[in-house]
């Protein structure tokens, strides 16, 4: 890895983008997800590379969701396999959700490798070699688990690509989404909408989920009921718009 | 390559996308350019993935100065060679522009293969090999051709960072950027900022080359004396701006 000096004012995201070029070189992470990374970077660095309010209020809400479900499942993909393994399988643990790896540029070997690599950070069980069920989707995120995603009813979907997002809300299920690009379909069919670097988002549902492990089902639905994906998005382009402005501004006096 | 379904709602940006993909596996595009490409797609999605008026006049003023110029150059990179190969070809001969190859990541290798690359594609004589003079540069980008870029009057810079182009404007040269963040430093200094994607940009110079391509110096002039760059680049802002507001009242009223 390319050494990154630890006082380098973009120290996180330099990082960021170093371990999910490990990913492509350990075979885990597609070469596309190296220009996921870079959208995601354009993105970060327009809501300015901090957790908002209300992606932190989202964070909270995914967290809910996935605690009061009956089958939960955390989709997996390559970049997100390669930036918060260790992340993945606490999250997993706490909440009681599956892991299901699914990839849109699926291969047996990166399926394996991915399944080795979350095994080795901890997770057992991880679901998605079977695919033995298929969402109405004419690429290979169709292939699921019959005893995952499937018949889950709550997804948390990490980098996700639209129509499988829609898919997934056709079929009833409450989908929760990672995603910084709030125009995206993903963020505006999710139902949750975590306008969030993915390597944030993880760090603040653990700590949502540790202080929330012993809340009851009420605690949750009041969490849940209370909460306004609309206006969490909205919130998000209203950032972007506001950092927009301001840096045009400085540009300007240059 | 990966398999799009034709029916996928993102189909020509994932196409775009897996040629730049394949230029890395060709050895064309360096990984590096990956990242690029994606950061470029998250502004593409700002601007709303369409050419924008402002970015169809800068289109008009770029092709005016490449036929009223008397060297003029069009540099390209990996991404460059990779998404719009045939489009070089075409712009070059019908304007009269050389082909120079000009990369951050320079090795023998990569030039000899872009240009390859290019001339599988109908190329002549592309510039860039010799590279037997120097811009005031501290990266590799510095190495020129004396009859290429060197001594040209009018030079395209599509996908380019932000030095050169500083360099080349310092030295009197007329620079056309294209460049899909209107707050980069390449956008800020060039001439004529094409403030669109570079599939889309190609596309409309050569319709408008198609077009102009009788028309007398005076009429290029006039194109030319009634631009204002300035103007153009506060557009794209707005633009952005606007479809940020506009998407974020959509989402607070629903």
């Known amino acids: 890895m390319t050494q990154i000096p630890q006082d380098h004012p973009r120290y996180k995201s330099l990082i960021t983008r170093e371990n999910t070029v490990e990913g492509v070189e350990k075979g885990i992470t597609s070469i596309q997800g190296l220009i996921a990374q870079g959208r995601g970077e354009a993105f970060d660095y327009l809501i300015g590379e901090c957790s908002t309010d209300s992606a932190k209020q989202a964070e909270r ?3 809910s969701y996935l605690f009061i479900a009956e089958n939960p499942v955390i989709s997996v993909n390559g970049n997100t396999a390669a930036l918060v393994p260790d992340e993945l399988v606490v999250l997993s643990d706490i909440t009681g959700s599956s892991l299901e790896v699914n990839l ?3 291969s047996k070997k990166r399926i394996d490798r991915i399944v080795e690599h979350l095994e080795s950070h901890g997770a057992r069980n991880v679901l998605g070699v079977k695919g033995d069920s298929t969402l109405d989707l004419s690429h290979d995120r169709r292939l699921v688990d019959h005893d995952g995603i499937y018949g889950a009813d709550v997804v948390l979907v990490p980098l996700e690509d639209g129509d499988r997002c829609e898919t997934l ?4 299920k409450v989908v929760i989404a990672i995603d910084l690009n709030p125009l995206s379909r993903t963020s505006r069919c999710a139902n949750v909408t975590i306008i969030d670097n993915i390597t944030r988002a993880f ?5 949502h989920a540790d202080e929330m492990k012993s809340f009851t089902d009420d605690q949750f639905k009041d969490i849940i ?3 306004d994906n609309n206006q969490v998005i909205s919130s998000a382009l209203h950032e972007i718009e506001n950092r927009l402005k301001t840096l045009s501004k400085e540009f300007g006096k240059t």
Not at 169 to 172: A, C, G, I, L
Not at 203 to 207: A, G, S, T
Request: hydrophobic share 40%.
């Open 225 to 227: 009921d209370n909460y």
């Open 203 to 207: 760090e603040n549902m653990l700590q």
């Open 169 to 172: 809300s056709k079929m009833n």
């Open 61 to 63: 809400v995914a967290v």
């Open 104 to 106: 849109f540029h699926r």
